[in-house]
DNA sequence: AAAAAAACAGCATAATATTGCAATATTATA
DNA sequence: TATAATATTGCAATATTATGCTGTTTTTTT
């Protein structure tokens, strides 16, 4: 068995049982338990589960594998993430977008929040779905590979009939010339109507983002509402934006 | 043999097996460990795959539930999936209803299988993302958490703009009074959308399923053109289906 | 505080990876 | 077609990784 195998079940026990204690797990894997001392904290590393003393105890569902490089920029997504879900009011419609840092907001939910999330992103789909009081619907339309998002005609014709409170919308890359780019047309294309559709626009951009731009535009830079990144909202980074009069957190 | 052929046979058991050992494939492919380790690497370089120490894992689409250790009768289903897959005509329209032998038709695909599938999925729809030379689209829709899949008016209304060479659809229960059946009104109304925006229905059926029903009918015996089950197309178990006129394969 | 359980560190062994190299096969070019 | 250039393959020597074991330290329980 390979150890990517043992440490995939570990993980799935974790979840299915919430809890586990390594002597059951080396057991069922017929692994020493030192083995699985050693799979666990290679686990707890990656912020899969916590280790506790005696077993491990689940870190919740996460449809996404991070690697040990970008260890760094997943916490400062999961940081934007628990500052972005305090925007999504109860019962609210949301529209969200893909991308890593969308798929952190989705696993960030508080427990008790009711709402309906529309999203074209099949990760983000499957991230939402573990949320037992929101309402998944899923825009369809033609998959794309790489991204693993929907677009085309059909997917923009679907976008068109929903009214959402706010969508949480990411992008490759941000500046004050160009607003928000991106780098596929189709993508863009959707994203419009996905903006068109929205009260509010909420940008949740690692601050890495900021600064650079794509071919293609999505929208310019006064079109975004509120700007979530991972750092202080009075840092002398963002004073651009700031003097374009969108809300920062 | 050639080193294309070689390294597009490494990658298809991957993705049916999720998982390969290199001293495995240096034995099926006759070919020395080190070749295969550089196959591997080259493979892995092309984000085609997860090379891990012994062995490589697949790159997509890996939730530890759809293995085949936790599906139920998986060596049935695939036997099913290598049946089914005959019945897709190259560059045709495929819908494609969920469950895991549905999933198992999505694993065994042809490598040079050109088509275009409809599904209303989830975990089918990240399983045929998988293959190069198929377009995926999903029917989008509001989401069941269970059955991971699409339904409701605009599910519907979307399958109906579709006109497909064949579907594959699966069910909870068949028998020769009651035809297909399911237990959940909407998934039922989503699927009978689904047949009727096709030409040929074709039911992949584990033979356990055959003789029982549930509570809401899809379609009568008779409405399916190809019955695909694990037996041998004479048994006697399939007799009754046999003198309706279905296909039995 | 003592006893028990768990975690840790270091080490030995076996399995797997890497590297350089030579033999062979393939491709490009005159 | 001949020849040079390049790529592929298997092998051997060496390096790295994974694992279990032992003894010791830390943490938890009694």
Same sequence: chains 1, 2.
């Avoid at 040990?68 to 400062?76: C, M, Q």
């Avoid at 929903?162 to 607003?179: H, Y």
Wanted: hydrophobic letters at 40%; a neutral charge; proline letters at 3%.
């Amino acid at each position: 068995m390979l150890k990517e195998e043992r440490q995939q079940f570990i993980l799935n026990e974790t979840r299915i049982h919430n809890k586990v204690l390594l002597g059951d797990l080396a057991e069922q894997l017929n692994v020493s338990i030192d083995t699985v001392r050693r799979d666990v904290k290679e686990l707890d590393q990656l912020k899969k589960l916590k280790k506790v003393h005696g077993g491990a105890i689940s870190n919740g569902f996460n449809i996404y594998t991070y690697t040990e490089t970008d260890i760094f920029s997943h916490e400062e997504k999961a940081f934007i993430a628990k500052k972005s879900v305090s925007l999504i009011p109860n019962n609210g419609i949301v529209l969200i977008s893909g991308g890593t840092t969308n798929l952190e907001i989705a696993r960030h939910l508080p427990v008790n929040l009711k709402a309906t999330f529309f999203t074209p992103s099949l990760p983000v789909a499957m991230q939402l779905m573990t949320h037992e009081h929101i309402e998944v619907l899923f825009i369809g339309g033609r998959l794309l590979k790489d991204s693993q998002l929907a677009v085309g005609p059909s997917t923009i014709r679907f976008i068109q009939e929903i009214r959402a409170d706010v969508c949480f919308m990411t992008t490759n890359s941000i500046d004050e010339a160009n607003g928000m780019t991106d780098s596929d047309w189709d993508i863009v294309q959707m994203k419009k109507a996905m903006l068109k559709s929205s009260k509010k626009i909420v940008a949740p951009v690692i601050s890495e983002k900021l600064g650079s731009s794509q071919r293609y535009q999505t929208c310019t830079i006064n079109e975004v509402d509120v700007l979530v990144t991972e750092l202080d909202p009075f840092s002398s980074k963002l004073e651009g934006y700031r003097r374009q009069n969108i809300e920062i957190i």
